[in-house]
């Protein structure tokens, strides 16, 4: 038990050794993550920046989703326009199948398979077809079916059922990341979705035609793999699948029934699952510094110096303001810094700007020092030219920040550059990515 107690108190007691913090922030189109964790062996510093509209491409097994949804819906003819409730044409079961592989965030490509009734009216008793005969109108009476429904009987109308499956091939766009950018946890989701396919009865071989699908699924995200989905969607198919079909009349009731198209509208309920883990790798670039005791003791030692020379500046104006001639203060003995860069950038960081001001602060100090602005490039990166050109943009941008931002005498500053180098400290590549600023003795 003593050796339990222990073990839990060594572990928080190592806890704060290991703290962690982390900074966030963004713009229009990155997202910057700096990462300090600090542990028994010195301070590690992760800067990581993602690109919010670039993704990397996954392979052709990655991010296939299947659908299964469960549902009403009604099926709209040539006579069912007729019937008393609309409800008496909603039929259950509707059951939609889709297998869909997703090429980005924002699009993809799948099949549908649905099934579905179709419950209206048909024509029951004999019809009159107006025809034309070298301009002369005459009728013909064409038989139809014999079974009117009661209910309906003074119409001659009767009630039409029948089975059907309608296989399609869909295009589907999130509407979500297409808008709004791509987000993984995003908990609410609207895709579109459209395409063209075939329909075939069930009740009979000769009933088939064409269809044009779209719809719309509202998706609610439970894990990274699971969905909730609650579709709307809708086809058109030709007017003769469901068996009727009228020539043109010229009065409104004819017109009204003379549809080019039927309509099949539903709604339905069910689940989509990712068939390997959803989501998209966001394109990214890092970098980490270890910064070690010896690094913390120069630190300090700089710090030091720095605070020894500002008090000898606040000496040298009192002298100034009580003497007619004073000599400048002794400047300080050969000092280097180091300025850090994000790999093939030249932007300064803030972190490094807080540096920048001080040492400006030092060189107005010391106005007889001169100091040396060089900069590098890791040589493990790119090609001797670009490094060359990185190295010499990095320096220009401290440059300008000392002269132009912080005060300093261009008379006092040596610019130099010197392309890709090897490791420059602790075998680390990252940290070749800089600039070095130097005292010079003459």
């Known amino acids: ?49 993602y690109e919010k509209n670039s993704v990397f491409t996954n392979g052709f097994w990655r991010n296939w989703t299947l659908s299964a949804n469960l549902g009403a819906q009604l099926y709209y003819g040539d006579n069912d326009w007729k019937v008393n409730k609309m409800s008496e044409m909603i039929t259950f079961p509707a059951i939609d199948v889709y297998l869909t592989k997703w090429a980005s965030p924002s699009f993809g490509v ?26 002369n109108q005459h009728f013909t009476t064409t038989e139809m079916y014999n079974d009117a429904d009661p ?16 296989a399609y091939i869909l295009a589907h766009a999130d509407l979500g990341n297409i808008l709004f950018g791509y ?22 071989e000769f009933a088939r035609g064409v269809t044009y699908n779209l719809g719309l699924s509202n998706q609610f995200r439970i894990t990274d793999r699971f969905k909730i989905n609650l579709n709307l969607r809708g086809a058109f198919v030709g007017d003769e699948f469901d068996g009727e079909s009228y ?17 099949i509208f539903g709604a339905t309920l069910g689940f989509t699952y990712g068939l390997d883990k959803l989501g998209w790798r966001t ?15 120069e630190r300090d030692r700089l710090a030091k110096e720095l605070a020894d020379a500002n008090a000898a500046n606040n ?10 001639t004073v000599k400048y203060v002794k400047d300080i003995p050969e ?20 540096n920048l001001q001080s040492i400006a602060d030092l060189m107005k100090s010391t106005p007889n020092t001169k100091y040396l602005v060089c900069g590098y490039a890791d040589k493990q990166t790119a090609t001797p030219e670009h490094n060359l050109m990185l190295s010499e943009n990095r320096a220009n941008a401290v440059y300008d920040v000392l002269v132009n931002e912080f005060g300093v005498p261009a008379s006092q500053l040596v610019k130099d550059f010197k392309g890709g180098v090897d490791y420059m400290f602790y075998n680390e590549k990252e940290l070749s990515r800089c600039v070095m600023i130097n005292s010079i003795k003459e």
């Open 1 to 49: 038990m003593k050796k339990v107690l222990l073990l839990i108190a060594s572990a928080f007691l190592m806890f704060p050794a290991f703290a962690q913090t982390v900074t966030t922030s963004e713009d229009e189109n990155t997202r910057t993550i700096v990462e300090e964790t600090n542990t028994p062996e010195g301070r590690i510093v992760t800067t990581t920046v």
């Open 110 to 135: 799948g099949l549908g398979l649905s099934y579905g009734k179709f419950l209206g009216l048909y024509q029951s008793a004999t019809y009159q077809h107006k025809e034309f005969t070298n301009h």
């Open 151 to 166: 209910k309906y009987d003074s119409q001659k109308l009767a009630y039409q059922r029948g089975n059907w499956v309608n």
């Open 183 to 204: 987000n993984p946890s995003r908990f609410f989701d609207i895709l579109a979705f459209g395409g063209g396919g075939l329909i075939f009865g069930l009740d009979d």
């Open 247 to 263: 020539i043109d009349e010229p009065n409104t009731t004819y017109i009204k029934a003379n549809h080019k198209h039927d309509g």
């Open 283 to 297: 394109a990214s670039r890092s970098s980490e510094i270890h910064y070690n005791d010896a690094i913390f003791a």
């Open 315 to 324: 000496d040298l104006k009192n002298r100034l303001a009580n003497a007619e």
């Open 335 to 354: 000092v280097w810094f180091h300025i850090n860069f994000v790999v093939d950038k030249w932007d300064i960081a803030k972190r490094e700007m807080i």
